[in-house]
């Protein structure tokens, strides 16, 4: 009802002003002046913009911001084999983040610079079987996952030594 008593007073004549508009159509001093500058920018019998609420986010850029969560380069598969996540029928493996959000969104705008998005939209787009937070018990620097794999090579794992492994001899470059 009141966008179309907004379009039609489009139809009125140039020389009215908002206060001949509004009392002509009986209506408020607001709708006069959205349908002036409805005629103004676009033309008569215009459609006035729906302004309730945000605008609703493109499909593409939904799917484009899920596929940059799930980047090696923005999180990690979880090195625990046993750490999965049930999502329609499907088990699909945990991901921790390897940067913050602000950085990944920083990231994100390098990468796409023609999506418009912000913090927050960023942060709920995020899929759940990516993690924020490491687990503790778990340490991502390159010199302790470079130690790890070489205990492992090495047959040093869990404590145990391997005793049909093969030895190698290795130096730590400090």
Known sequence: MWEEQIRLMTIAPLNW???ELSQWFEST????RQAILLRRDQYVLAYPEYCRGNKTLAEEAIESVVQFYLQD???RISSNTKDVLKINGELVPVR???MSIREAL???YEDNPTVNIGKSTFYSLRPRQVKITCPHDTCMCQVHENM???LQ???FSNGKVNKNAKVFS???GI
Request: net charge positive.
């Open 17 to 19: 002003g908002r206060i």
């Open 29 to 32: 001093d607001h709708q006069a």
């Open 73 to 75: 380069g923005v999180s």
């Open 96 to 98: 921790f983040m390897e």
């Open 106 to 108: 920083r990231k994100f």
């Open 148 to 150: 790890n794999l070489l």
């Open 153 to 155: 090579v090495g047959g």
């Open 170 to 172: 290795f130096t730590a």
